[in-house]
């Protein structure tokens, strides 16, 4: 071991004195620096590498890209040739707007001539110098009074063109008819006998239709001046158990039957689904009162029962709802089931007469 020891600190010493360390370091301190020197030769060889990679990489591109220029260069060149020496491309903006006038000249020519070729069209001439000859001493206003001439006398033309097909077909059609004596009779005598019955039958659906409409407001008439006494009461008892809020009822046709509406003080119609399950309610109570009047009337009593009908009521309904039963009662037995305290107190204080309360 310390034969060892002494070879492993002449080593050290060696490789200090290779990396130009101090040689009189403990081996094992020399050792630890030694390996961070070494370390960092590793790290600094491996980034070597990567960059030369990367070098090489950059200079395979740039010799692409050199060569791409060069092409660019020669094709800038080869353009530049093909304008004349007055026009200045020596450089690529300079060239690029050689090239954009060109490109701009190019479409004028062409433009120019669609217009030459469309020109000696109109005029029915083989070239422009024939145009401009014939032309010779012609204006504007001229040529424009001639061209809405023109168009005035073509338009004309079309019309009676139109005109002279519609006679043409109906001459046609008139012709096709007209086979014979006996055919222009018998299609005369059919025109008129087909003219008859549709005059007929005009005549009779025009006097239904009046007759359906006055039966209509006749019928509606009677209904407003001949309510019937059931409406009447459930009205003046619907209007009382809603304190005067819905003033009058009313029905409305509806195909083979009638909706109920009721009016509010405003004017205002609601049918049955569209007002408060309280008002439901109410309404209700009102039309088996009425039925209830309507059989009392006609001799027949018998004892009205209410099972908890109020329970959607406030107290003001509630109050008013009592009345009615105390108005029923004076007719006939008004008996009510309820399992709230505080109706029979609120029925104790509104009936004028005593309330018989039966606790079950």
Known sequence: MERDQSDFALEI??????????????????????????????????????????????????????????????????????????????????????????????????????????????LDVPDIGKARAKLEGATLSDLTANMMTADEDLESLEQRLEIAIEMRAAAHKDLSAVTGDADVAALTEQKATLEAEIEETALKFLETDFGLRLAEEAIRRYRDSHRSSMMDATEKAFSELTNGKYTRLTTRPEGQSEILLALDAAGMA?????????????LYLALRAAAYEQLASQGVCLPFFCDDVFETFDEERTQAACRVMERIGKTGQAIYLTHHRHVVDIAKAVCSSDVVVHEL
């Open 270 to 282: 609601k049918q049955a689904h569209d007002m408060s399950k309280g008002t439901r309610f109410q």
């Open 13 to 122: 010493s060696k490789l200090c004195a290779k990396a130009e360390l101090d040689t009189t370091l403990p081996p094992l301190e020399a050792f630890k620096l030694l390996k961070k020197l070494g370390d960092k030769a590793n790290s600094t060889e491996a980034l070597f590498t990567t960059d030369s990679a990367l070098l090489t990489t950059a200079r395979d591109q740039l010799s692409v890209v050199g060569g791409e220029m060069q092409k660019i260069s020669q094709k800038a060149s080869d353009l530049a040739a093909l304008f004349p020496e007055d026009v200045p491309t020596s450089t690529l903006r300079e060239l690029r707007s050689a090239v954009n006038e060109a490109q701009s000249a190019i479409e004028k020519r062409e433009h120019s001539s669609k217009l030459v070729a469309a020109i000696c069209t109109e």
